[in-house]
C-alpha cells in the first residue's frame, strides 16, 4: 500500500524550514508529542526515510 500526502514547507527563523506531520501518518505511525523523527538521505538515490524514534 501507499499513502500519499503533501504539506506546505514554511520558514523557522532564518536557516531552518517547517512543515506538519499529515494526521494519516500521525495514525499510521502512531507518532506522539516528544517522539524523535531521524531524517536519512541517501544523495547517491536522492531517497528520504524518516525514522519514528519513541
Known amino acids: 500500500m501507499e499513502i500519499k500526502e503533501e504539506?506546505?514547507?514554511?520558514?523557522?527563523?532564518k536557516i531552518s524550514l517547517i512543515t506538519t506531520i499529515p494526521k494519516t501518518y500521525v495514525k499510521a505511525l502512531n507518532i506522539?508529542?516528544?517522539?524523535?523523527?531521524?531524517?536519512?538521505?541517501?544523495?547517491?538515490?536522492?531517497?528520504?526515510?524518516?525514522?519514528?524514534i519513541k
Not at 38 to 49: A, G
Open 7 to 13: 504539506t506546505s514547507v514554511r520558514y523557522q527563523g
Open 32 to 52: 506522539e508529542s516528544g517522539d524523535t523523527l531521524e531524517w536519512i538521505l541517501d544523495t547517491r538515490t536522492e531517497t528520504l526515510k524518516l525514522k519514528v
